[in-house]
């Protein structure tokens, strides 16, 4: 499995960004899939995730209400929309795949995309 995170960038307060996850090398369709931010000196944490169908969406509470996530099965690709964002969301953003595992704790998932730096300004 190959992740490939794009999207990221420069936006001021209250600005809006949408990632894009493109994966490849086994069926989509299958997969679980999450997006983690991390910024530096801290731990990787969870900021949504989706089940395989896509029926199943779920948020950290510090995004929840600001950010949805979604997936094009037909495009392989899994988004992340954020609204709203504020400078405390600057961070990289990774995307994560795993075929049985559904939930918030990164070290369950197996596959993992390069990271998109999302800069938020005041």
């Known amino acids: 499995v190959q992740l490939q995170a794009s999207g990221g960038g420069l936006v001021q307060a209250g600005g809006s960004l949408r990632l894009s996850c493109a994966f490849s090398?086994?069926?989509?369709?299958?997969?679980?899939m999450g997006w983690f931010r991390q910024t530096p000196g801290k731990e990787r944490e969870f900021v949504a995730g989706c089940s395989w169908s896509g029926s199943r969406k779920y948020y950290a509470d510090s995004v929840k209400g600001r950010f949805t996530i979604s997936r094009d099965n037909a495009k392989n690709t899994v988004y992340l929309q954020m609204n709203s964002l504020k400078p405390e969301d600057t961070a990289v953003y990774y995307c994560a795949a795993d075929l049985y595992y559904r939930g918030t704790e990164d070290h369950e998932y197996d596959y993992w995309g390069q990271g998109t730096l999302v800069t938020v300004s005041s």
């Open positions: 090398g086994r069926t989509f369709s299958s997969y679980n």
